[in-house]
């Protein structure tokens, strides 16, 4: 079952990890953090360009502790539920997509749409890994590169994304 102990992130997924998380100039500035940070938004990057990847065994691992994952597992939830639930390419009927979302995780019949989820983290972190990282040579190079991403990300889903904040807003009240 996923988010229930350590993850690693395995062969070139791992790598672009790393890099993904390593400080491009000398004050140790970081597009992200951690590597939790990534497994956070690679899900939903990975769901939202459509990109999914197979998973590559090779080469040293990028891991994550179960510790630091389980403060953030409500979020991560959170994440795979949402995918479940809006993956009408992967299941058609809305009442399935609600059984993948709620009520089958965590059973054998689970194991398919977690290795679904495990797939656009994979692919998310391609996504970022080219968008971010893959052209940058310099400080300016990753500057330009999450501008222009967060730029694209803006004009292809912004109007999207005001109406899930407006929708979580009213369900918090």
């Known amino acids: 079952m996923i988010f229930q102990g350590d993850y690693q992130f395995k062969g070139s ?3 672009k990890v790393i890099r993904l998380t390593a400080a491009f ?3 140790n500035d970081k597009l992200f953090n951690r590597y939790l940070d990534v497994y956070i938004l ?3 990057v990975g769901f939202l360009y459509n990109k999914t990847a ?20 409500s979020t991560l939830w959170f994440n795979y539920r949402l995918i479940m639930l809006l993956d009408k390419q992967y299941e058609p009927d ?30 998310g972190v391609e996504v970022l890994f080219e968008k971010l990282i ?37 369900a918090r009240n």
């Not at 965590?106 to 656009?120: L, N, V, W």
């Open 94 to 123: 809305f009442e399935k997509r609600v059984d993948k979302a709620f009520r089958n995780y965590g059973k054998d019949q689970a194991i398919p749409d977690e290795e679904r989820y495990e797939s656009f983290v994979r692919g």
């Open 42 to 44: 690679a899900p939903i």
């Open 13 to 15: 997924h791992a790598e």
């Open 54 to 73: 197979v998973l590559d065994t090779s080469g040293k691992p990028a891991n994550i502790l179960y510790d630091a994952m389980s403060k953030e597992t």
């Open 134 to 170: 893959e052209s940058s040579n310099t400080e300016e190079d990753y500057l330009k590169n999450l501008y222009d991403f967060m730029e694209e990300f803006e004009e292809r889903y912004g109007q999207s994304f005001e109406d899930i904040v407006d929708l979580c807003r009213l």
């Open 25 to 27: 100039n000398k004050t």
